[in-house]
T-cell receptor, first 109, second 113 residues
Framework: KQEVTQIPAALSVPEGENLVLNCSFTDSAIYNLQWFRQDPGKGLTSLLLIQSSQREQTSGRLNASLDKSSGRSTLYIAASQPGDSATYLCAVNGDKIIFGKGTRLHILP | EAQVTQNPRYLITVTGKKLTVTCSQNMNHEYMSWYRQDPGLGLRQIYYSMNVEVTDKGDVPEGYKVSRKEKRNFPLILESPSPNQTSLYFC????????????FGQGTRLTVV
């Protein structure tokens, strides 16, 4: 059974710093991995989708990597801003989508 | 605009009163699913549908029903809601279950008193 773990559960960093969020999964037989952002009480906004054949995807200040063989993905956020404060979720798509519990990120002004 | 639309966004109801949360997508997606999100438990899949008239249970289907009579709509039905179904619900769709991006609705916050 696929299990998805996100570490840390919460993170506070000063504005301007680069940071890395981690996602690990137990079953490497996946189609893709997707990173989402969720603001408190709100919906999920898709940030990046990495297909199983890809190693990384970039969108603006965000870069996501995927190492399927080791069951790991990272989300790199460059030059963090207070507006980046949110919960970040990774979701692994095998025969169904399994979510991690998220990393709650707080950027300190 | 490509989107998944859920209604209502907020709902407070009483135990035992049947309710339906609607979900509609305008992207001609085949795959649709429902999730609930609870503190400490994350997002868990309730039901999913691979196509019209094809539905199956997810991880937490007890107390819920779904139907998929049309490709664009996938309503979630609570025949007799209970307080433990108080949660934030999300509908999602994707072109297929495999290597395609999932799109989520804005969520429905349900409170059962």
């Amino acid at each position: 059974k696929q299990e998805v773990t996100q570490i840390p559960a919460a993170l506070s960093v000063p504005e301007g710093e680069n940071l890395v969020l981690n996602c690990s999964f137990t079953d490497s037989a996946i189609y893709n991995l997707q990173w989402f952002r969720q603001d408190p009480g709100k919906g999920l906004t898709s940030l990046l989708l990495i297909q199983s054949s890809q190693r990384e995807q970039t969108s603006g200040r965000l870069n996501a990597s995927l190492d399927k063989s080791s069951g790991r993905s990272t989300l790199y956020i460059a030059a963090s801003q207070p507006g980046d404060s949110a919960t970040y979720l990774c979701a692994v798509n095998g025969d169904k989508i399994i979510f991690g519990k998220g990393t709650r990120l707080h950027i300190l002004p | 605009e490509a989107q998944v639309t859920q209604n209502p966004r907020y709902l407070i109801t009483v135990t035992g009163k049947k309710l339906t949360v609607t979900c509609s997508q305008n992207m001609n997606h085949e795959y649709m699913s429902w999730y609930r999100q609870d503190p400490g438990l994350g997002l868990r899949q309730i039901y999913y549908s691979m196509n019209v008239e094809v539905t199956d249970k997810g991880d937490v289907p007890e107390g819920y029903k779904v139907s998929r009579k049309e490709k664009r709509n996938f309503p979630l039905i609570l025949e007799s809601p209970s307080p433990n179904q108080t949660s934030l619900y999300f509908c999602a769709s994707s072109l297929a279950v495999t290597n395609t991006e999932a799109f989520f609705g804005q969520g429905t916050r349900l409170t059962v008193v």
